[in-house]
């Protein structure tokens, strides 16, 4: 596997400059000849495709929504980085690069991360100028506000719906691109499969999932937009249909996939409430500003929370970690929240939840300033759970939210197969093993609307014959393996909902390769995982056809797919022996439960490749490279 | 708790549907009106029988996908949520409730509860965009924009598209969705270029697709859940009047959009 990353030479700050001013390009009549297929249409599909159609190219774009506008990038809240430095605090290019190198605790590739960087102040000049309404000072310019972590105000917002509008300023410009005649869209269409032509990939097979067709669309360059895998874990933030299906299919053509085990657990987010629950709604992380998180004292506690005395009371974080209190990073709240219900003292019908406490705040602030800052929240709060946390406190848990690795991609987010690209949540690149806040608006934008149309245009210039062939065989062999798996699939007849193979699943893969992981633990997943898999495809039941709208049928594929990413999940953390961002192993931390890196053993990129149905996956590493910024530890005691 | 649902079964676009009864019971007060139909779902697969469809996808009310009618309620009971905010605990336990599709004329039943809502979409691709491609862009704070300009801009930029305002119009008109749209670019300086012939297009477009136009009765703001005020449908009427007036389309014989 040829894992060259395709580095520009030069210092770090020209290395984008260079390589824009040396590709490839390709003439204005030659892009109306080529097409270019689009996979995914949330904040870096709909970027991708747009630009690309805006270009020149034609373009087809392939969503399982019924509209391009309900991709889960809409759920984002918080903001988008960008080092305007309107505040005049300080901020640059080099801190972006800095604060993210650090968050993402020194696993991600320094000359993509410089790029994002530099791209962000593009991005938020591109949305405005799209009419995405950020929020504004008093004298009319652009609002900032602080995010997790960082000593600058470099996040732009809308209220709480960032993601919602970006995405819309996105969807405009792709509808502009459907009605020019440019973009042919395919709502309610889902990818199952890339065509690889003797190397390059040269299409996709994708059901179109209300007449329930099957069919191979040839391309000329393939984009995989396709958004993380936290499903796999069933209780997500995830939306219902957030899938890993493209990434896998892609993985068993042969793209490599990149550091699997690398998860975000958000520590706040609303607890199950018991075993109906089908998904986990966040609570933005900025309510940690003034809410205290405690778990009581004794796990016998019977009173109710407000009773409970203050030395009856243990603020773990506040207590654990004195100089940043409730605001610790992620990575660190979520691990606290679980080692305390681990010893079961979690709070709750279930047990797995702490409180998050605004008495104080309120006391000491006032109604009003409270109410200002988190009302809308609070109302979220109290439409699902039924209780007001002006009363009592809210219950927190951490959820599955966000997917770091994925398939794996050079400088010019091209993977391992020539033709195929990856670009946003679906790419492994920027974030390292720990995603900042307001960080993942922010690469999908970069990619989608600055990075990948140069990239996609270079490739496209470089081949001696750019256009695919729509009669090789590997068409007709791939929609025929497509059609044998639904077939399979259907075939199956036995007695058990996918939705509770997809359930024991996520129980089990929560627990050993969720918020922390141990050899012993992931040894056993390993053996346990091939039994629930078992399960799945003998004794599924899933009922109807696949010749016509079948939900049913989407959804056990889906999972079918889930299993098996669930062990190389699991085979990625086990070798991966170090702890680093969200990858703790509890093997290697300090006697105050800090994570311990090991730099001379894994200062690098694991990329996995398939090896056939039979064979174990090959790992391979992408030697990491630090010039800019040696790795130090992470400390926040 | 325990409850009797009718529901819609459709087996596809231009065949009749009907009403099936389904009895549910041990429902979890806390459970959704979604999850409850995961629960339902799985049984009938069961038992052989086909699974009620139904679109949803976030379930935390901003993607727009689900879309029911509840008792004759498109999103149900309460005010400002959608369908996948909706839990047992606001059902009397025993109750009948009744699930339609959100129906209209311009959103063809596809099966069971899922509707066609592309001509939404189309609305949208008559106009609703600025035009701009991904080249070098103005500093954005060389133009600065009022807050209250901003606030009311996002006012209506926060509508998710979901139909409601449509399923619960009696003429089934769209014009609280389009009149977002409109009134969203229109506060904005970047809206300026082609404000007023914007909203022709998308007017257009909208009667196109069988849409009915506003006769006040005000349904939409009520079944709205983001609860989106109906002047933006007298924004959408001012403009369109100015441009029908003063900015006819088309002046020298056509442009085709850039």
Same mark, same amino acid.
């Given at each position: 596997m040829n894992l060259d990353a395709r580095i520009p030479d030069g210092p770090i700050e020209e290395k984008w400059r260079i390589w824009k001013d040396n590709h490839e390009l390709v003439g204005p009549r030659a892009r109306g000849q080529l097409e270019v297929a689009i996979v995914g249409t949330g904040l870096a599909g709909a970027s991708a495709a747009a630009t690309l159609a805006g270009m020149g190219y034609k373009v087809q774009a392939f969503c399982f929504q019924d509209s391009a506008r309900r991709a889960h990038s809409i759920a984002a809240q918080g903001g988008i980085n960008a080092t305007k430095d309107y505040s005049n605090d300080g901020d640059s290019?080099?801190?972006?690069?800095?604060?993210?190198?650090?968050?993402?605790?020194?696993?991600? *590739?320094?000359?993509?991360?410089? *790029? $994002?960087?530099?791209?962000?102040?593009?991005?938020?000049?591109?949305?405005?100028?799209?009419?995405?309404?950020f929020n504004r000072e008093y004298g009319g310019l652009l609002a900032t506000r602080s995010f997790g972590g960082v000593l600058v105000e470099r996040t732009f917002y809308v209220r709480g719906q960032t993601g919602q509008q970006l995405l819309l300023g996105a969807y405009g410009a792709l509808s502009r691109q459907i009605r020019a005649g440019r973009v042919e869209m395919h709502t309610r269409h889902e990818m199952l499969d890339i065509v690889v032509c003797d190397g390059p990939a040269r299409g996709?097979?994708? *059901?179109? $999932? +209300?007449?329930?067709? &099957?069919?191979? =669309? #040839?391309?000329?360059?393939?984009?995989?937009?396709?958004? !993380? =895998?936290?499903? +796999?874990?069933?209780?997500?933030?995830n939306a219902m249909g957030c899938n890993v299906t493209a990434a896998w299919r892609a993985y068993k053509r042969g793209a490599g996939m990149a550091n699997p085990c690398f998860t975000q657990i958000h520590p706040t987010c609303i607890p199950a409430t018991g075993e109906h629950q089908a998904k986990l709604t966040l609570m933005s992380e900025s309510l940690r500003n003034d809410g205290r998180v405690w778990v009581p004292r004794s796990a016998d506690e019977t009173r109710e929370p407000n009773d409970i005395p203050d030395g009856d009371r243990y603020y773990f974080l506040e207590e654990t970690y004195p100089r940043y209190g409730n605001l610790v990073p992620r990575d660190v709240a979520?691990?606290?929240?679980?080692?305390?219900?681990?010893? /079961?003292?979690?709070?709750? #019908?279930?047990?797995?939840a702490v409180f998050m406490d605004f008495q104080d705040a309120i006391a000491v602030r006032g109604?009003?300033?409270?109410?200002?800052?988190? /009302?809308? $929240?609070?109302?979220?709060?109290?439409?699902?759970? /039924?209780?007001?946390?002006?009363?009592?406190?809210?219950?927190?848990?951490p959820a599955p939210h966000y997917a770091m690795g994925g398939l794996w991609v050079?400088?010019?987010?091209? &993977? %391992?197969?020539?033709? $195929?690209?990856?670009?946003?949540?679906?790419?492994?690149?920027?974030? !390292?093993?720990?995603?900042?806040?307001?960080?993942?608006?922010?690469?999908?934008?970069?990619? !989608?609307?600055?990075?990948? #149309?140069?990239?996609?245009?270079?490739?496209?210039?470089?081949?001696?014959? #750019?256009?695919?062939?729509p009669t090789h065989a590997a068409f007709a062999e791939t929609e025929a393996e497509v059609e044998k798996r639904l077939e399979r699939l259907l075939s199956i007849d036995g007695s058990t909902p996918t939705r509770h193979i997809h359930h024991e699943l996520g129980k089990l893969l929560i627990d050993v390769c969720g918020i922390s992981r141990e050899g012993v633990k992931l040894e056993r997943a390993l053996d346990e995982l091939p039994a629930i898999r078992e399960q799945f495809w003998s004794d599924v039941k899933i009922g109807g056809d696949a010749r016509s709208l079948n939900q049913s049928l989407e959804y056990a594929g889906r999972v079918a797919d889930f299993l098996e990413l669930a062990e190389l999940m699991c085979r990625?953390?086990?070798?991966?022996?170090?702890?680093?961002?969200?990858?703790?192993?509890?093997?290697?931390?300090?006697?105050?439960?800090?994570?311990?890196? @090991?730099?001379?053993?894994?200062?690098?990129?694991?990329?996995?490749?398939?090896?056939?149905?039979?064979?174990?996956?090959?790992?391979h590493a992408e030697q990491l490279e630090f010039k800019e910024m040696q790795p130090k530890a992470r400390s926040y005691r | 708790m325990n409850f009797t649902l009718r529901v819609w079964r459709q087996e596809q676009r231009d065949v009749p549907g009907r009403f099936e009864r389904y009895s549910v019971s041990d429902i979890e007060p806390d459970e959704s009106l979604l999850e409850m139909f995961d629960g339902l779902n799985d049984r009938l697969i069961l038992l052989g029988e086909r699974p009620i469809a139904f679109d949803s996808d976030c379930r935390e009310g901003i993607c727009g996908a689900c879309s029911m009618t509840i008792d004759g309620r498109p999103h149900g009971p309460g005010h400002g949520t959608t369908t996948c905010q909706i839990y047992m605990r606001q059902f009397d336990d025993g109750a009948t409730i009744t699930i339609e599709p959100?129906?209209?004329?311009?959103?063809?039943?596809?099966?069971?509860?899922?509707? @066609?809502?592309?001509?939404? @979409?189309?609305?949208?691709?008559?106009? /609703?965009? %600025? !035009?701009?491609?991904?080249?070098?862009?103005?500093?954005?704070n060389a133009n600065p924009v009022s807050p209250e300009d901003a606030e009311e801009a996002i006012d209506a930029a926060i509508c998710i598209g979901c139909g409601a305002c449509v399923a619960a119009c009696p003429n089934s008109a769209a014009m609280l969705f389009t009149g977002a749209k409109v009134t969203h670019l229109g506060r904005l300086p970047q809206g300026q270029p082609g404000r007023f012939t914007r909203v022709q297009d998308m007017v257009d477009q909208m009667d196109a697709e069988g849409f009915g136009g506003c006769t006040n009765f005000g349904e939409c703001e009520a079944a709205c859940p983001k609860e989106i005020s109906i002047r933006v449908i007298g924004r959408l009427n001012r403009d369109y009047l100015i441009g029908v007036l003063y900015h006819p389309r088309n002046p020298r014989g056509g442009m085709k959009p850039q």
């Open positions: 290019v080099h801190r972006l690069f800095a604060d993210t190198m650090k968050g993402g605790d020194f696993r991600a *590739r320094e000359a993509n991360v410089w *790029r $994002l960087a530099e791209l962000s102040t593009e991005i938020i000049d591109q949305a405005v100028a799209q009419g995405v309404p996709i097979v994708a *059901r179109d $999932l +209300v007449t329930g067709e &099957t069919r191979s =669309y #040839p391309a000329d360059a393939v984009v995989l937009a396709t958004g !993380g =895998y936290s499903n +796999v874990y069933f209780l997500s933030t979520s691990r606290a929240a679980k080692h305390v219900c681990d010893q /079961g003292l979690g709070v709750g #019908p279930t047990g797995r109604e009003r300033e409270i109410e200002s800052r988190y /009302g809308n $929240l609070f109302e979220l709060y109290e439409q699902i759970t /039924g209780e007001s946390p002006w009363r009592v406190p809210m219950r927190i848990y050079d400088y010019t987010l091209q &993977t %391992t197969i020539p033709g $195929l690209f990856a670009i946003g949540e679906c790419n492994f690149s920027d974030h !390292g093993s720990n995603r900042l806040g307001a960080s993942a608006m922010m690469q999908c934008l970069a990619d !989608g609307y600055f990075v990948l #149309p140069h990239t996609v245009t270079d490739y496209l210039a470089r081949q001696e014959d #750019p256009h695919a062939d990625d953390a086990l070798v991966r022996d170090e702890s680093c961002g969200c990858h703790l192993r509890e093997e290697h931390q300090t006697a105050d439960g800090e994570p311990v890196r @090991d730099d001379e053993r894994f200062a690098h990129v694991a990329v996995w490749e398939y090896a056939g149905p039979e064979s174990e996956p090959l790992r | 959100f129906r209209a004329a311009a959103f063809p039943v596809i099966r069971d509860l899922i509707v @066609d809502r592309s001509a939404l @979409d189309r609305i949208q691709q008559a106009g /609703g965009y %600025t !035009g701009v491609g991904a080249g070098p862009k103005p500093e954005p």
